[in-house]
């Protein structure tokens, strides 16, 4: 008789939040400890997380299977290897009764095509791997999507996911190696150059014989170098898109191994990165809800400390930096001027964009998505100021609970990409926090304090800004 294998403390504690969203329906991951144990737990397929919630979960087998009663997807439905999407009706296309047949599709043959992409990999064929699983992976993207549109079981959804994922994985690895070959063939000289007769034929190894274009060829370099410098870095980005019970998309592995390309319209953007001393001193002594907005995120310097902190950013930017949240998901692409309120009304944290439009920025923020907390880093004589309108509401109609007041001056923010001399900064900043009344207004006195962001860094980051 074999002895049981020991219980650790993260099967314990798996077996603990899986426990507490049975018995409640839901249950909220407040630690650390328990989001990373929900998120196992998600990969299992054992619970959901909530689209617009981080922390919130839900029991899987509950949505599909109401009432215990088991069904397509549920914990009594028979493992046929075979997962199908359910025929619905959309009453946008046909009168409501009509029945319409909606394209299934067959996880074995996805299975199927997804393993032998893989071994054609393991067998050196990565021209042909890499092809294999691209469309594998649009397969099980498109199956995923009708799944998600009629409402398929979450369960089902999550294995069209997870192929998907194993898709993505196999055709970023042949393109790794196909980047590798293609590198030694141009130290070699037998990559073509300028005119086909640079060399030989037989010779040559082209961007045609390695089925991708020049672009794609250098996407593929960025991708290897990225490995490089981190290996199983592709892999773990994937891995965490399904942990979290999200798309493994291109676009989102792009974003997270730091491979996408600027354009020329983000280039020749005004970001100034949030440094962060600004970042210590305000999660240090402000607190805020468990969903924090950021609506001009830039390359995410303010978000990576506000997660850092244990709150889950949902991320915006008029341009598309790429940039990820911690489960990631990539940014949205908005004018925060034009915006809409979220429904869940989350706080507001952000280094908006100064100069004509700063008025209107913060002005918009009080009036439409109007969050129970806001704070602002901005330059203290946004006090002043008498002329403009939107000035007037933020400042005299909605005041600021409270202005933290750097004493100290926040080391220069720098345009990005910015290479030449570092000067000193000159601007005296502070951050302005708003909080809603019980009432919901803004209404009240203003009090001023004063911070120095030194008190709050790191003891080693401390020492060496001495």
């Not at 029991?59 to 088991?70: F, I, R, V």
């Not at 799944?147 to 959804?157: D, H, I, N, Q, T």
């Not at 944290?349 to 920025?361: D, E, I, K, Q, S």
Request: aromatic letters at 6%; proline letters at 6%.
């Amino acid at each position: 008789m074999t002895d049981a294998p020991p219980v650790t403390p993260h099967a314990t504690m798996q077996s603990r939040v899986l426990d507490l969203v049975r018995k409640g329906g839901s249950y909220r991951c407040e630690t650390q400890n328990e989001q990373n144990a929900a998120l196992k737990l998600n990969a299992k397929g054992l619970i959901r997380r909530d689209k617009k919630d981080g922390k919130l979960w839900y029991d899987a087998a509950a949505e599909t299977a109401p009432d215990g009663e088991g069904g397509e997807g549920g914990p009594d439905a028979p493992e046929t290897g075979v997962d199908r999407l359910p025929r619905a009706v959309d009453p946008r296309v046909e009168p409501e009764g009509t029945e319409i047949a909606i394209p299934r599709h067959d996880a074995s043959d996805l299975l199927a095509t997804v393993e032998r992409a893989r071994r054609l990999l393991d067998d050196g064929d990565v021209i042909a791997a890499r092809m294999l699983a691209s469309v594998a992976y649009d397969q099980a993207k498109l199956a995923a999507q009708y799944g998600e549109r009629f409402k398929a079981a979450e369960k089902l959804v999550g294995k069209a996911r997870q192929l998907q994922g194993d898709a993505l994985l196999i055709e970023a690895r042949a393109k790794i190696q196909l980047a590798r070959e293609w590198d030694a063939a141009t130290e070699a000289g037998q990559t073509l150059k300028g005119r086909p007769k640079s060399v030989p034929n037989e010779n040559a190894f082209t961007a045609a014989d390695a089925g991708l274009s020049r672009k794609e060829i250098h996407e593929a370099r960025k991708l290897a170098a990225a490995e490089a410098r981190a290996p199983g870095i592709v892999e773990r980005a994937i891995k965490a898109r399904l942990e979290a019970g999200l798309e493994p998309s291109k676009a989102n592995l792009r974003a997270a191994v730091g491979t996408s390309s600027a354009t020329s319209d983000e280039r020749g953007n005004n970001l100034y990165q949030t440094p962060p001393e600004a970042m210590h001193t305000l999660v240090a002594i402000e607190k805020f809800s468990s969903l924090v907005l950021e609506p001009a995120c830039g390359r995410g310097a303010i978000s990576r400390m506000l997660e850092g902190a244990g709150y889950t950013v949902s991320l915006a930017d008029l341009v598309d930096y790429g940039t990820a949240d911690r489960f990631g998901e990539v940014q949205r692409v908005e004018d925060f001027l034009t915006s809409e309120a979220l429904p869940e009304r989350p706080d507001i944290v952000t280094n908006p964009p100064y100069g004509a439009l700063l008025n209107r920025f913060v002005a918009h923020a009080l009036k439409v998505h109007r969050p129970k907390k806001m704070a602002l880093l901005l330059n203290f004589i946004f006090f002043a100021g008498h002329d403009d309108e939107d000035r007037k509401f933020a400042m005299d109609e909605n005041s600021p609970t409270r202005v933290w007041v750097f004493s100290r001056r926040l080391p220069m923010m720098h345009r990005d990409g910015w290479e030449g001399p570092e000067a000193p900064s000159r601007m005296i900043t502070a951050w302005f926090v708003w909080e809603m009344n019980a009432d919901g207004t803004y209404v009240g006195a203003t009090t001023i304090r004063r911070v120095d962001w030194m008190d709050y860094m790191p003891a080693e980051q401390a020492e060496a800004a001495e």
